[in-house]
């Protein structure tokens, strides 16, 4: 609030405003930032319109805003109370924590406090009291050379896993991605600024076994999906043939009737 240089009371004048705009109806970003836009002061309604929604994440902490079905390209935005009608779940402040914390480690563990901290975008001591309060729940596990910690539920679950799919082709902003150990999941630097780009952009990858084998990006062109692909590591035939499969699987996914071209390009 300080950085963008606004009051908890420009906040609860948002907050109000977007709740009563949604009031039994459904808007898209556009016909909202139109809606509400008159009742707010030029700096507000300049941070409205950035595409980072610095003011609707708090809207949605106070549950008067979420996503709605899409228009077409357009995202829009519902009030819960109206689209989550079951949703009658109510946690404490510290309980909250402590569910986004067993989630967390459900999907990212192992891991430890400072990285599930960094994750959620608190301060590493104010974390550590959630933290503390689960840790009858988690068994310590050495994971590449670290303490870490996992859940003792998912011990059994993690020791039996394998990889069924060598190769996997997923998009950006992935959420396999988006866990704090990154390094575990590319080989060097330059490898790393390719996948975690400036301005918070992250790349569309190849994941061979589980780590980053490249990079790739997608244009469609009379029906034909072409896919052109920038490895990190080299892929023997098998591999690119698993490559292949899952460029075929994407393309029928998105109707390209006249199948993929895949380019193999060399940074």
């Known amino acids: 609030?300080?950085?963008f240089g606004i009051s908890y009371s420009d906040l609860d004048t948002v907050t109000h405003a977007i709740r009563d705009a949604l009031e039994g109806t459904t808007l898209t970003r556009s016909e909202l930032m139109k809606t509400i836009g008159k009742r707010l002061k030029p700096k507000l309604r300049s941070l409205l319109n950035s595409s980072w929604n610095e003011l609707l994440h708090p809207a949605s902490y106070e549950e008067v805003l979420c996503f709605g079905p899409q228009r077409g390209i357009e995202t829009?935005?519902?009030?819960?109370?109206?689209w989550l009608k079951s949703w009658k779940i109510r946690l404490t402040p510290e309980e909250s924590r402590r569910v986004l914390l067993e989630r967390y480690l459900r999907v990212y563990g192992p891991s430890d406090r400072l990285e599930f901290a960094a994750w959620a975008g608190l301060d590493p001591v104010n974390a550590r009291p959630t933290w503390e309060s689960v840790l009858d729940r988690m068994i310590e596990v050495v994971y590449c050379g670290r303490r870490t910690w996992l859940l003792k539920d998912d011990l059994d679950a993690l020791?039996?896993?394998e990889f069924r799919d060598p190769v996997r082709l997923i998009p950006n902003f992935d959420v396999y991605l988006a866990g704090r150990d990154r390094r575990v999941l590319t080989s060097g630097k330059e490898e790393h600024k390719r996948v975690y780009r400036q301005a918070g952009w992250v790349?569309?990858?190849v994941l061979a076994?589980?780590?980053v084998g490249g990079?790739?990006?997608?244009?469609?062109?009379?029906?034909k999906l072409l896919l052109d692909i920038e490895p990190f590591v080299k892929f023997g035939s098998d591999f690119r043939r698993f490559v292949?499969?899952?460029a075929e699987a994407y393309a029928d996914f998105l109707g390209c009737s006249s199948g993929v071209n895949i380019s193999w390009s060399i940074s």
């Not at 829009?76 to 109206?82: A, G, Y």
């Not at 990079?215 to 029906?223: D, F, L």
């Open 1 to 3: 609030m300080k950085h």
């Open 76 to 82: 829009t935005f519902v009030s819960p109370k109206d």
């Open 159 to 161: 020791l039996r896993s």
């Open 203 to 205: 790349s569309a990858v």
């Open 209 to 211: 076994r589980g780590r």
């Open 215 to 223: 990079v790739w990006s997608v244009k469609t062109q009379k029906e």
């Open 244 to 246: 292949e499969e899952e």
